[in-house]
């Protein structure tokens, strides 16, 4: 298996100076602008709207950010190393037909006085900070909840993040309830007017986000958010609790009536528009338009049976991510759910954020008939070209060419995962960067006759295997089943970073994963409050203020 081909030489993909894509980011009409280094290096700095697609994972990432083979698509890579060539070649052979590069990367960028932010999924998260600071949210600090919780006072603790983070660290008595669902599970929660609700998450964005909501919603009860999240309850030297499984309960009858009528209020506010199934069959049918359509229910529910075609998106999730599951500025978004309460307010935020063509499917799951799909959300993985026959080896196989030294492990999970566990002696390597990695590979294991790739279950090794084909001296063969087959099996594994080919810049990081919490964490929330400002210096990107109404 190879990389698919490239359809056309580097030198004739077109070249865009930072400074027309700078006033193309501005322009109506769509666009994708895309990163395709690896995400750590994303992480350290890029334009404020470009959308982290790296070159490493293409081929299962781009047919949902990018659905639309006619897009207009504008590529950056670090300083013309090639990178953005590679990508660009892989796109034309999947059907793209509008791509430009960006003329000297991210330096380029510098270059031309532009401004450059750190972190992921920053629009989202200097939205966050833009609610804060127009609407004036409420909210408390560590040292206040804690003397609230020792006073014994009248209130709820809602963690607005999905269960699998809440059910790893979350503040003591906490219920999970997540971002959307806070409108649309809360009154069967509150029994009296005078319960303090008090919203958190990690940090910041989501708890400012699920605080205003149930504002917005117009709920009687006194609404705060925690400030800093977790993050500040643990830098104040309290601790945090661990594997929690309390979780809100799904409506009641009369809980969802008052969450719909809530809802209504947010739809008249903030111009929430409906369409039935007709007209989102018309805009399906549509190939001069980029169109996403999500269900914004939690996963289970959506596993459990959903519309065909939709994706999921949980509501507060695609809030807090956007540019995560939407790669073209400019589209079209269509959001569904089996009520209309928590598509109606994640359309309302999605509003806020400059979207423009946001729709609510009227009817929700009911609206498109009795056919539903269940599952997860299938990925769509566009195709590479097959070389040939890829060579399986099995765990036994590997353990004895191992012991003989004829064989040598490469792993192609991502540096955190291969942080905490890897087969003893594996090479650590980027997929993007394979030719350079493989090099060190076989200057550090002159006596190798095999080269094995693994990665968590195998899948990605045996994606990237032609890649691995073309810059190995040696033949290649992919483990089967993977790391997990290996471990599987009681064989030992080892940890830490060894064997690096490459720098730990692959993935981002978060403050979680740093062996100083204290530290990272600061940073952290630094860079946070710090986004407000740093974006009144870039005016790629504009959110929309609405005044409460009398």
């Not at 989202?124 to 919780?149: C, M, N």
């Not at 708890?207 to 925690?226: D, H, K």
């Not at 989102?280 to 338009?289: I, M, V």
């Not at 980027?430 to 006596?447: C, E, F, H, I, T």
């Amino acid at each position: 298996m190879t990389t698919a081909k490239e359809s056309k030489p580097a030198a004739s993909w077109p070249r865009l100076d930072a400074a027309r894509v700078h006033a193309l980011l501005s322009e109506k009409g769509e666009h994708a602008f895309l990163d395709v280094r690896e995400e750590g290096l994303f992480n350290s700095g890029h334009p404020l709207t470009i959308v982290s697609a790296p070159l490493s994972h293409l081929e299962t990432r781009i047919a949902a950010l990018v659905p639309r083979r006619a897009t207009r698509i504008v590529l950056m890579d670090q300083q013309d190393d090639g990178l953005a060539e590679r990508a660009a070649g892989r796109l034309a052979s999947w059907g793209y037909t509008d791509i430009s590069i960006m003329a000297g990367g991210l330096e380029g960028w510098r270059k031309a006085g532009l401004e450059v932010f750190a972190g992921i999924y920053v629009p989202s998260k200097a939205f966050g900070e833009f609610v804060e600071h127009r609407y004036d949210t409420p909210a408390i600090d560590a040292q206040e909840l804690r003397r609230w919780i020792d006073d014994g006072k009248d209130m709820i603790i809602l963690d607005s993040r999905p269960y699998t983070e809440f059910h790893n660290y979350s503040l003591p008595g906490g219920i999970d309830c997540p971002g959307a669902e806070l409108v649309h599970r809360v009154f069967d929660l509150i029994e009296r007017d005078e319960t303090t609700i008090v919203v958190n998450c990690a940090g910041r964005t989501r708890g400012i986000i699920g605080a205003q909501s149930l504002i917005n919603a117009g709920i009687r009860n006194p609404v705060v958010c925690v400030r800093n999240g977790t993050a500040g309850w643990h830098l104040s030297g309290e601790t945090m609790a661990r594997g929690s499984r309390t979780v809100a309960p799904p409506p009641s009858p009369k809980g969802l009536a008052a969450a719909i009528e809530a809802a209504m209020r947010v739809s008249k506010r903030f111009g929430v528009r409906e369409i039935d199934a007709a007209a989102l069959r018309e805009l399906q049918a549509d190939t001069t338009r980029s169109l996403y359509f999500f269900d914004v229910r939690s996963p289970e529910e959506y596993e459990a049976g959903h519309i065909p075609g939709a994706r999921s998106a949980p509501g507060g999730q695609l809030i807090q991510s956007t540019d995560h599951y939407v790669g073209t500025r400019g589209s079209r978004i269509v959001l569904c759910d089996d009520n209309g309460v928590r598509a109606c307010m994640t359309a309302s935020w999605l509003i806020q954020l400059g979207w423009e063509d946001v729709f609510v499917l009227a009817g929700g799951l009911a609206a498109c008939g009795a056919g539903m799909d269940k599952g997860a959300e299938p990925v769509e993985q566009l195709p590479v070209e097959a070389a040939g026959s890829v060579e399986r080896i099995n765990v036994l196989d590997l353990h004895r060419l191992l012991a003989s030294g004829e064989a040598v492990v490469v792993d192609l999970a991502n540096s955190l995962k291969f942080r905490v566990r890897h087969i003893p002696g594996a090479w650590f390597a980027v997929r993007s960067r394979l030719n350079d990695g493989l090099a060190q590979v076989a200057a550090g294991a002159p006596k190798a006759k095999r080269l094995v790739l693994t990665s968590d279950d195998g899948a990605f090794a045996t994606l990237a295997a032609g890649d691995a084909a073309a810059a190995s001296p040696l033949p290649v063969s992919v483990l089967d089943g993977g790391t997990a087959a290996w471990a599987g099996t009681g064989l030992p594994l080892a940890s830490g970073l060894e064997n690096m080919t490459s720098a730990t810049d692959d993935v981002w990081y978060s403050p979680y994963d740093y062996d100083d919490l204290r530290k990272s964490m600061t940073a952290y929330l630094t860079w946070e409050i710090d986004l407000i400002q740093q974006l009144e210096k870039d005016q790629s990107l504009q959110f929309r203020y609405f005044a409460p109404s009398a």
